[in-house]
């Protein structure tokens, strides 16, 4: 699809006149018709007013001229894997996973390397070989060719290592100690808990991404530990294979 067939189509789904998308992106009715009928396209800041409001990625605005590959990890991006700033302007270099509200999640590239393997290696592409592979690729992306100039200085490491401490602090009988956190997208674990009275409630954002891991229990049995946490709480959790009768063990505001 062409730019004016995309911005009629957004529009038209989120049930707005010309008018009044003007008016939400500081710009006049006229400018918006020319957009529709082909015959100009928004400016830079215009395309990124319009992708805030739509929730798309500028790239889709334009029509997805560009194949985007997130230059951290290196998947293919799409609108609902692609990062975004805190202002919630799309960062189309990464995706939520290597990036999230202006932080980088990966600093040591053998601990992406681990948590890529366990989601790539299959009977068709064994663990070795996908180890291989991102060892050979990941180099070749942006974020790793200029680490030492995206590096904080160590503040985001230094937090998880805090974050550690008091996971581990919390003593959970059965839980082995943590040892790393890995970034966990809140759709993937944002499992359903069902309360005494009967109802079910969530803790978390679907959207926002999470520092967490995964760890099998001491005393053995189906059942894992789930950890997820960030600023503001850690939540503890136990549950079957892929998530099935999630328990609550701890939330805990920090």
Not at 180 to 208: C, H, I, M, Q, S
Request: proline share 3%; with cysteine.
């Amino acid at each position: 699809m062409e730019t004016k067939d995309i911005i009629l189509e957004l529009r038209t789904k989120h049930g707005l006149s010309q008018e009044e998308l003007a008016e939400k992106v500081f710009v006049t009715r006229q400018a918006v018709s020319r957009w529709e009928n082909g015959e100009t396209v928004p400016n830079t800041e215009t395309l990124k007013l319009l992708s805030k409001l739509f929730d798309v990625s500028i790239n889709t605005l334009l029509g997805s001229p560009r194949e985007l590959i997130c230059q951290c990890c290196g998947m293919p991006l799409d609108d609902s894997s692609i990062s975004k700033e805190k202002d919630g302007i799309f960062n189309e270099d990464y995706c939520k996973w290597c990036y999230a509200d202006g932080e980088y999640m990966y600093h040591d590239m053998d601990d992406l390397i681990e948590v890529c393997v366990a989601n790539m290696a299959s009977e068709a592409f064994s663990s070795e070989q996908a180890r291989a592979y991102l060892k050979e690729m990941l180099p070749k992306l942006d974020y790793w060719k200029q680490y030492k100039n995206l590096d904080d200085g160590g503040k985001f490491e230094e937090f998880k290592c805090k974050l550690i401490e008091e996971i581990n602090a919390l003593g959970v009988e059965g839980m082995p100690k943590v040892e790393k956190l890995n970034a966990l997208v809140g759709g993937y674990v944002n499992l359903e808990y069902r309360l005494p009275n009967g109802k079910t409630v969530k803790f978390l954002d679907d959207n926002a991404t999470y520092l967490g891991n995964q760890l099998e229990c001491e005393f053995g049995g189906d059942r894992c530990f789930g950890v997820v946490a960030n600023l503001d709480f850690i939540l503890i959790c136990t549950y079957e294979e892929n998530g099935e009768n999630p328990e609550l063990v701890i939330y805990k505001k920090r």
